[in-house]
């Protein structure tokens, strides 16, 4: 693609005490040492029926970037995080399909973004496990010239790191590659209770089954603490427009609601953190019972130093 922006990429990719923050150690925080969780939600960035304003959703993500890293225009602000010297990933989530998936219209927000800061289009990656996850929710496989669309292979050996030994995407450790975006979905999960930052890298290894024993504890932090991972990842989108709450990580019906959200971040104990508190507020208006006390992975990351789980510690700001 010569030029990114909404619908370039989508036509090419998309087939059918609070103050200024800082950024410090990799993990934006505010004034008195509060790690920043950005929320914004917008009436008019999604229907009931699954149709995404793609313009609104722009807006959002650089709205949301923005407030995350005090910068006063979105240029700027993509300029504090990325640089053309780098070369970025972008992660997404597409195994369960459509109504479970990063819309290609968040993506292409991200996309947009690391362009305005820079990159070269061709040093810009959006993947996922296979091809075939990510043309069934509406993404264009591209393997030639401009951004790349690509599912992953993987590592001819296995990393080693606490419980987890697993191949990782080729994708993710290639050495090159200097910086990764992740976009997950805000999902409920029946095992660890949420699927959103941290378990979005169970798509970043070859046999992700292997490691969901104990309700994913301590696997989703070990493989979050491996250095492909913990190392480049420079920011974390999620895509919170139509969450899944109950019955996840699939999309079921009754089970997805409109809330409308980006949410903004670069510490993913924190965003995991905010995401439990998102989804246990709408299944409480249901009737359902809380996800967060079999979310036991989120502490056992903050444990190991990956980020902050402490509400009293995290600062979501909405704009």
Known sequence: M???????????????????????AGVVVAQGGKVRVVRCRRNNAIDDLDKVNA????????????????????EAAWKK???????????????????ACTHPEVTAAVVAGLVSAGVPEHAITVWDRSDGDLAKCGYEINKGDGVQCVGTGWEAQPTQNGSV?????????????????????????????????????YGSVQKPDALHGNRCDPFIADLNAVPAIRDKTRLIIVDALRP???????????ATWT???I?????????????????????????????????????????????????????????
Request: glycine share 10%; hydrophobic share 45%.
């Open 2 to 24: 010569s030029s990114v922006d909404r619908r370039d990429f989508l036509g090419t990719m998309a087939a059918a005490g609070v103050g200024l923050a800082a950024l410090k």
């Open 55 to 74: 313009d609104a959703v722009k807006q959002m993500v650089n709205q949301a970037v923005m407030k995350l890293v005090g910068a006063a225009s979105p």
């Open 81 to 99: 995080l990325f640089g053309p010297q780098d070369v970025v990933t972008v992660k997404v989530n597409c195994c369960f399909g459509p109504g």
């Open 165 to 201: 030994s697993a191949k990782l995407a080729t994708v993710l450790t290639k050495p090159q590659n200097t910086a990764l975006v992740n976009v997950p979905v805000l999902k409920m999960h029946s095992m660890p209770g949420i699927t959103l930052a941290m378990k979005n890298h």
């Open 244 to 254: 899944v709450g109950d019955g996840g990580p699939a999309a079921n019906p009754g």
């Open 259 to 261: 809330y409308g959200a």
């Open 263 to 319: 949410l903004a971040a670069t510490d993913p104990v924190a965003m995991d953190t905010v995401g439990c508190k998102i989804l246990d507020e709408w299944r409480a208006t249901k009737g359902m019972a809380p996800i967060a006390p079999q979310a036991h992975y989120i502490r056992t990351a903050a444990q190991k130093g990956l980020g902050v789980d402490d509400p009293a510690r995290i600062e979501v700001v909405d704009v």
